[in-house]
């Protein structure tokens, strides 16, 4: 989801930028700023707000909404709408409540699944080559993650706080030439959760028809 971005190049400062040694597969600076950004996503519950913006081929804009998130330790809620994802980490309902039913599905064991930020972030090195790109001048690590296995996308730009760990947005670039941009804003890590947060509740919604596909 995420979880889950635009860049400006400064190359009068770039040389000045680049403190890493890259060795094969492995950047240090990469690694150091991801490994930042999935400690801030497995430490204390965090909340934000995602906008999902598509874009055709020529970067026009094609679709854009907004959802609030919450999410902790691979648990997440997603309200978009009349639209609300719920993931316990075991499985994942999606309410329509236009529609009035829940569809219950397994959760994907996927390490490289875009849904779950932490885990894709925790487990980068077994699915990505990851590249450090440059630090805007805000403070901002630009890092790409290549994909190790053929996927619908390139290449995953990811945008970085580099001091906090916190994401700013993610861009899916896919082969077609199309972008998935996901920009955060309003992060806030500690928010009060409990488990009933992350999972349908069946009692509180008697009416509601519930599609199990477990």
């Known amino acids: ?8 190049s400064f190359c009068g400062n770039l040389s000045a930028q680049i403190t890493h040694k890259a060795s094969g597969d492995t950047d240090g600076t990469a690694s150091a700023v991801l490994k930042r950004a999935s400690d801030k996503l497995n430490g204390k519950a965090v909340g934000f707000t995602v906008t999902m913006i598509n874009k055709d081929s020529d970067k026009k804009e094609t679709a854009r909404l907004s959802a609030t998130v919450v999410y902790s330790k691979g648990r997440y809620r ?14 994942i309902w999606h309410w329509n409540k236009d529609a009035g039913e829940v569809t219950d599905n397994p959760a994907t064991d996927g390490d490289d699944d875009l849904m779950n930020p932490a885990k894709l972030l925790a487990n980068y090195q077994k699915n990505f080559k990851a590249k450090y790109i440059r630090t805007e001048e805000d403070g901002t690590a630009v890092i790409d993650l290549t994909p190790n296995k053929g996927m619908s996308y390139y290449k995953i730009r990811l945008l970085i706080m580099e001091k906090t760990g916190i994401v700013k947005s993610m861009e899916l ?7 998935g941009e996901y920009r955060i804003s309003n992060f806030k890590q500690g928010v009060a959760v409990s488990d009933k947060d992350f999972s349908f509740d069946r009692n509180a919604n008697p009416a509601v028809e519930v599609i199990d596909m477990r």
């Open 1 to 8: 989801m995420l979880l889950m971005v635009a860049v400006i």
């Open 173 to 179: 670039h896919n082969y077609d030439g199309s972008r």
């Open 78 to 91: 997603v309200e978009q709408d009349r639209n609300v994802l719920y993931c316990d980490g075991k499985a």
